[in-house]
């Protein structure tokens, strides 16, 4: 029987597996498509909530106070979950969020992003950062069960949700995709890859396939614009030229003086 994993020892075993030369690697990654959106969204600070965001690299729009499911520099000491239900943020009170691999720990995803749609103002932005079960990493975490180990350790034991599941529930709360980008697409083994193997392989296979690897990081916008109906312009026309027809049929039918 397998054993079920709680959402504090998936937390810490995240935060010990992003610590292999495998996760530093993934983390860069990561961190280059983040850089990537925030340099393309109009925002002018982010707040990070799940797994620390750590970065000595200058990410073009400040980064404010994390909201971090572990204390920074000791990975074993788990901060309150119940905090999660609600955020200590004002409604309406930032111009973006960025869940780190918040999903893949808690087992009510939908809450955050409830949560996320409250915290958020109108014209905010949502970065979910998150495993992605079409890899081959998800291959790999299907392939797990006959071996104990795997159904213990990180990052097999994580939630992984489909793009289609997240964009359905996003669009319940009036987000829209904007973009997603993937990276780590090769299998994750700890210790069976070079820095510089890593390095060429995520270059030559990310050519490949855009959206098949190991992580997503998806970019989503508030949309609360109105949506009014608008009559087609050709049928505005079709309109207007029957009505000049009538008018010229009835003046030619009209007798002269």
């Known amino acids: 029987m397998r054993k079920v994993i709680t959402e504090s020892e998936r937390i810490e075993r995240l935060q010990m597996w992003y610590s292999t030369p495998y996760g530093v690697a993934l983390r860069d990654y990561i961190l280059n498509i983040l850089k990537v959106y925030l340099k393309r969204i109009p925002v002018q600070s982010f707040i990070p ?39 200590p943020l004002e409604t309406d009170s ?7 691999h918040l999903l893949d720990v808690i087992e009510e ?44 350790q990180a990052p097999w034991v994580l939630n992984a949700y489909s793009q289609s599941h997240l964009i359905n529930w996003l669009r319940l709360l009036e987000f829209v995709p904007v973009s997603r980008e993937s ?27 855009q959206n098949g690897g190991m992580v997503n990081v ?23 030229m029957r009505a000049a027809k009538l008018q010229t049929s009835a003046q030619s039918k009209t007798p002269s003086k």
Not at 218 to 240: D, E, G, M, Q
Request: hydrophobic fraction near 40%; glycine fraction near 4%.
């Open 49 to 87: 909530v799940g797994l620390p965001l750590l970065t000595d690299k200058p990410l073009h729009v400040s980064m404010g106070e994390q909201i971090s499911l572990v204390t920074e520099g000791n990975a074993t000491n788990i901060a309150d979950l119940s905090m999660l239900d609600s955020l």
């Open 94 to 100: 930032q111009s973006c969020l960025v869940y780190h």
């Open 109 to 152: 995803p939908y809450q955050l992003l409830r949560e996320a749609n409250r915290v958020l103002d109108d014209a905010g932005y949502l970065i979910v950062i998150s495993f992605n079960p079409w890899s081959l990493y998800g291959l790999c975490r299907t392939l797990r069960v006959p071996w104990d180990y795997f159904q213990q």
């Open 183 to 209: 990276c780590g697409f090769i299998p994750p083994i700890v210790g069976a890859y070079s820095d510089l193997f890593l390095d060429k392989s995520e270059s030559a296979i990310s050519h490949l396939s």
């Open 218 to 240: 998806s970019l989503f916008s508030k949309n609360l614009a109105p949506v009014t109906p608008i009559r087609t312009r050709w049928k505005l026309t079709s309109v207007k």
